[in-house]
């Protein structure tokens, strides 16, 4: 018990494991002498439920957790001591990075919260590649920031750039707001996004230090439009650096190198997913939030002679068909190393 009295505010990671390590020797213990697991998991339970984490300005009351998991193994009676506490294991590491504070998947009503990035290029990028995937990530408790890159200051043949980009830095923050979304912008014109640009690379670096995602979504590297690709190469280059705790670190704490989705490309061209996520019960919900990026509907139909929610809704039939279900979005991981997972963390 004395490790409860050495956490009071925030702990960091090697205290966390601390605790941990001292409550699967009690768990051993009473498996050792044939006590109920009920037993074990109401002396967790008790432990913890002295327990505050801190994750920025809130405080996570760990009790609920445990007592959930208690409910859970009970319920599945052949779970062994060694699986018991694999997943003790592995809820730990969840906690090992991030300057040894724990702010990582954090504790919410028994459930794990994820924070989600998705970079997109321009402000209406999001809704027709990943809102329905983000609206589940929203659904199951995870925080979704959307972050635009480019203001879509070019994007209609009649409204002047400047009045155009203000305007679409509004409708974007409208449709995240109605979902609550978080969204923030860099604020680059259209058709000047460059991976060559340090200022756009640091721009990226400090969002990703802000929020300190578990992982990010973004244009994949072959997509239709020069900015789209350089949106790409840009996070995948600064959520490395981001992760360096000497670059430039007035823009804030290193975060952990994350695992990368490729959204969809236009078109769903050179992009066959590797991950889907059923969106079914969200389709409607994202194309009302593509049909606030008013500017677009009629900028999409003059220039490319389409109707872009029309569109949108047909290419998520054609994942859903190839996953069988009705609506889906499909994702490529970005597979090279540091960046893959065993655990799923698409809904
Ligand atoms: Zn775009």
Request: glycine letters at 6%; a negative charge; aromatic letters at 10%.
């Amino acid at each position: 018990m004395k490790f409860v009295r050495l956490v009071k505010g925030h702990f960091t990671a090697f205290e966390y494991k601390l605790v941990f390590i001292c409550c699967a020797y009690h768990l051993a213990l009473i498996n050792i002498n044939h006590f109920p697991k009920i037993m074990a998991f109401t002396v967790i339970a008790e432990v913890f439920g002295k327990l505050h984490i801190k994750n920025g300005d809130k405080l996570f009351n760990v009790e609920y957790f445990f007592k959930a998991q208690a409910c859970k193994f009970i319920s599945h009676k052949n779970t062994s001591l060694p699986e018991f506490i694999s997943i003790i294991a592995d809820f730990t590491l969840n906690f090992n990075s991030r300057n040894g504070i724990i702010n990582s998947e954090i504790l919410k009503g028994g459930k794990f919260m994820y924070t989600v990035l998705a970079i997109s290029c321009h402000p209406d990028d999001m809704e027709i590649n990943c809102a329905g995937t983000l609206l589940r990530c929203k659904e199951r408790g995870d925080r979704v920031v959307v972050c635009h890159v480019a203001n879509g200051n070019m994007g209609h043949m009649e409204i002047m750039p400047e009045e155009l980009g203000a305007m679409r830095i509004g409708e974007a923050k409208r449709s995240g707001d109605s979902v609550g979304f978080e969204t923030v912008t860099c604020d680059v014109g259209d058709l000047l996004v460059s991976a060559a640009s340090k200022e756009q690379h640091d721009k990226i670096v400090e969002v990703i230090r802000k929020y300190q995602p578990d992982f990010i979504i973004t244009h994949g590297p072959d997509d239709y439009m020069g900015d789209h690709v350089e949106v790409s190469k840009l996070v995948f280059a600064a959520s490395f650096a981001a992760s360096v705790p000497h670059y430039e670190p007035q823009l804030g704490d290193a975060a952990a190198v994350t695992p990368i989705f490729y959204m969809e490309n236009s078109g769903l061209l050179n992009c066959d997913p590797t991950e889907y996520v059923d969106i079914t019960d969200h389709i409607e919900t994202k194309l009302k939030m593509l049909s606030m990026h008013e500017s677009q509907i009629t900028w999409l139909g003059d220039h490319d002679g389409n109707d872009v929610l029309e569109n949108t809704r047909m290419f998520a039939r054609v994942r859903g068909i190839q996953c069988g279900v009705k609506y889906a979005e499909g994702f490529r991981q970005c597979n090279v190393d540091h960046r893959n997972t065993t655990k799923r963390l698409l809904p």
